[in-house]
């Protein structure tokens, strides 16, 4: 029995994807400098609300790239003010989870034809046998934070999300 492919037909995106796509050069290149000026990173660790984070279809996914490949490639105008230090290393907030960064720096301040998100994981305190497996191998866990309790604060890969670029700078902190 053979499959037929179903017609390509556009998909409703997210309105926030869709809010990436309606960006003018000048209000992308405002979040990019806004990301370099912030030090952000990966391992970079905040909680926004579930509404903040999406999880697109991938039907979603290809035709926001699509859509992106005609946009201009922006290039920032300001130096970078963390290329000869780094940013402080800040205490976990609290014990409740939250989300890390995935994006490397160096993708975060990209243009958003080629980086228009944020790939978050779900990020947790972990102890015992989960703690070693996030620190020496485990392909699901990996640790990227130590507490003073002796805990260690681990990225979850199996849950991931993205937070579009033009949405993040007010609320990482």
């Given at each position: ?107 975060l301040v ?27 191998n485990s ?6 934070r130590e ?27």
């Amino acid at each position: 029995m053979s499959q037929t492919a179903e017609p390509e037909q556009d998909v409703q995106l997210d309105p926030r994807l869709a809010a990436v796509l309606a960006c003018t050069e000048e209000q992308e290149l405002e979040v990019l400098h806004e990301i370099l000026r912030s030090g952000i990173d990966q391992g970079w660790f905040l909680r926004p609300s579930l509404d903040e984070l999406l999880w697109p279809e991938p039907r979603q996914v290809e035709q926001f790239f699509d859509l992106l490949s005609g946009r201009p490639n922006v290039r920032l105008t300001e130096g970078d003010p963390w290329a000869l230090t780094s940013p402080s290393v800040e205490p976990m907030p609290g014990e409740e989870p939250g989300w890390v960064v995935l994006t490397q720096r160096c993708d975060l301040v990209r243009p958003f034809r080629a980086e228009p998100v944020v790939e978050v994981a779900r990020a947790r305190r972990v102890e015992g046998t989960d703690a070693t497996a996030a620190k020496t191998n485990s392909p699901r866990l990996v640790a990227f934070r130590e507490d003073d309790e002796g805990t260690t604060w681990a990225a979850d890969l199996r849950q991931r999300a993205w937070i579009p670029s033009s949405d993040c700078c007010p609320n990482w902190t």
